[in-house]
């Protein structure tokens, strides 16, 4: 029998309530930025998948929107079913809680798991528990919320614990040929990533001061030999967040262009052109010929 025959590979959805580090989370599963993330709540909007190869498995996750409880435009609709289809058809689901803080919110997206899956519970961010002897209690206390496979702490950011994380997933594979080539680490086509890179640096550069009713179109997307021309549309609901983004003589938004500019080279391995328009298009997140121009299926 050869090492292949044993070979594993798997579907794993990464769910949970916003802002508990499942982006953050995969992107350190990968060692690699496919996925945005950021210090506000609701920062994926689409399904975003990684690819992660091993000599003996291949793990392909699937990141998510963090579940929506608390507003409720066509927007956040759309988001919740992005993360109840991604739970279709894998082979384990990870559901993500900060350790110690498990609250309402996550008991609304806890309703949403899978009662026929392996559903393994992540508590993530152990690096900020000023005493470790209260993890004892919280693991017992979480273990008789739901029927978990397994129950692993992690700290995503600081990269404690991901190999044992990999190793429980590892046991719920099943056993299976690869899917994709070793060096592939998304499926996600490079145009929904440079819109959603564009996203994180407007986040990033522009502070509080942003309402999250913004959204990034490609409206081009040259793919040449050497260099790949993107031209980009950012959305926002109001003149003055217009002002905002573009900042006092452009310079603002020539830093989010430079930014986003630099992370796409880096992980499409050429130079890139970009250029990005901001335009005002009020309450777009209960339009739905804007909804669907984004791809959400409403
Ligand atoms: N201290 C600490 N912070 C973390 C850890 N993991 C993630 N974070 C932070 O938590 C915040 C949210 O992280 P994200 O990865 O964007 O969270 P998310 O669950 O993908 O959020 P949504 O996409 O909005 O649902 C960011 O500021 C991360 O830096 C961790 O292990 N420890
Ligand atoms: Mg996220």
């Given at each position: 029998m050869s090492v292949m025959d044993n070979f594993r590979t798997g579907h794993i959805a990464i769910v949970g309530?916003?802002?508990?580090g499942k982006s953050t989370l995969l992107n350190q599963l990968l060692q690699q930025k496919i996925s945005i993330t950021s210090k506000k709540a609701q920062t994926t909007r689409f399904q975003i998948n990684g690819i992660l190869t091993e000599s003996n498995a291949q793990y392909i996750f699937i990141d998510t929107p963090g579940f929506q409880t608390q507003f409720s435009s066509r927007l956040n609709s759309a988001m919740n079913r992005v993360v109840r289809r991604s739970m279709?058809?894998?082979d384990v689901v990870l559901f993500v809680i900060e350790v110690m803080l498990f609250g309402e919110r996550d008991i609304v997206a806890m309703?949403?798991?899978?009662?026929?899956i392996p559903v393994i519970l992540v508590m993530n961010k152990i690096d900020l528990m000023a005493d470790k002897n209260l993890l004892l209690p919280f693991t017992q206390r979480m273990s008789s919320e739901f029927d978990f496979a397994a129950i692993v702490p992690v700290s995503a950011s600081q990269k404690i614990q991901l190999t044992e994380l990999l190793s429980t997933i590892y046991s719920y594979l099943p056993i299976s040929q690869p899917?994709?080539?070793?060096?592939?680490?998304?499926?996600?086509?490079q145009y929904l990533i440079a819109g959603e890179f564009i996203r994180e640096k407007m986040f990033r550069l522009t502070g509080?001061?942003?309402?999250?009713?913004t959204a990034v179109v490609i409206d081009q997307f040259i793919d040449q030999e050497k260099l790949i021309r993107i031209h980009a549309t950012i959305f926002v609901g109001k003149s003055n967040q217009k002002a905002i983004i573009i900042g006092k003589n452009g310079e603002k938004l020539k830093q989010i262009a430079m930014k986003a500019r630099q992370e796409m080279e880096l992980l499409f391995g050429k130079k890139v052109f970009l250029q990005v328009w901001v335009k005002v298009k009020r309450d777009w997140v209960n339009n739905e010929a804007v909804l669907k121009s984004f791809g959400y299926e409403l």
């Open positions: 309530r916003p802002n508990v279709h058809g894998v309703r949403e798991l899978p009662k026929d899917l994709y080539s070793s060096d592939e680490i998304t499926d996600c086509s509080d001061e942003l309402p999250y009713s």
